[in-house]
Antibody
Framework: QLHLQESGPGLVKPSETLSLTCTVSGGSISSTSYHWGWIRQPPGKGLELIGRIYYSGSDYYNPSLKSRVTISVDTSKNQFYLKVRSVTAADTAMYYC??????????????WGQGTLVTVSS | EIVMTQSPATLSVSPGERATLSCRASQSVGSNLAWYQHQPGQAPRLLIYDASTRATDIPARFSGSGSGTEFTLTISSLQSEDFAVYYCQQYNTWPLYTFGQGTKLDIK
């Protein structure tokens, strides 16, 4: 059974960098059949795709966040990562990592982590 | 960006009854529509994809319908474990997928 687990600091100061790790177990992040994505949900708001990455490092970012976000992958550790620079209170959210199949069906998020709450505050 | 609008925001239904949740897209997404269930403190779970196909191990009481801009998730005979928040998501506009704001299904 595939399992994804987010980890990282729960509190980040304004203007600093938010860094999260998603550890994948029960499956290989090097599979050619999947992308790996980050999604967030600010309090009281809907879900927002942050971006996604392929095991090769090919990435995509939501245009609304692209200038501040980097997603990377370490296949040797079966982990992928999220960095959000210059954070503000608006980046306070529950952050989820998830798997995205490349086909059958392509574009859904078929496995998710439980999420980690990140608060931006001084 | 395609905007997904879910209604109602909150739906109160008694156990054993049917629940009908709606999702509307600001432009056609074909059948590229998924539904998720989210219980507090748990990972969201994929219920339906391609508008009407149940994901693996999803009970038959969950069904999806619609195409284009109007979609419906129906849960027949609600069980206690079905009370949760439900999200729709379009994946027609690769790679910028968008979600609805969610419908909270609670016990009447």
């Amino acid at each position: 059974q595939l399992h994804l687990q987010e980890s990282g600091p729960g509190l980040v100061k304004p203007s600093e960098t938010l860094s999260l790790t998603c550890t994948v177990s029960g499956g290989s992040i090097s599979s050619t059949s999947y992308h790996w994505g980050w999604i967030r949900q600010p309090p009281g708001k809907g879900l927002e795709l942050i971006g996604r990455i392929y095991y090769s490092g090919s990435d995509y970012y939501n245009p609304s966040l692209k200038s501040r976000v980097t997603i990377s992958v370490d296949t040797s550790k079966n982990q992928f990562y999220l960095k959000v620079r210059s954070v503000t209170a608006a980046d306070t959210a529950m952050y989820y990592c998830a798997r995205i199949p490349l086909d059958g069906p392509s574009g859904v998020f078929d496995y998710w982590g439980q999420g980690t709450l990140v608060t931006v505050s001084s | 960006e395609i905007v997904m609008t879910q209604s109602p925001a909150t739906l109160s239904v008694s156990p054993g009854e049917r629940a009908t949740l709606s999702c509307r897209a600001s432009q056609s997404v074909g059948s590229n529509l998924a539904w998720y269930q989210h219980q507090p403190g748990q990972a969201p779970r994929l219920l339906i994809y391609d508008a009407s196909t149940r994901a693996t191990d999803i009970p038959a009481r969950f069904s999806g319908s619609g195409s284009g801009t109007e979609f419906t998730l129906t849960i027949s005979s609600l069980q206690s474990e079905d009370f949760a928040v439900y999200y729709c998501q379009q994946y027609n506009t690769w790679p910028l997928y968008t979600f609805g704001q969610g419908t909270k299904l609670d016990i009447k």
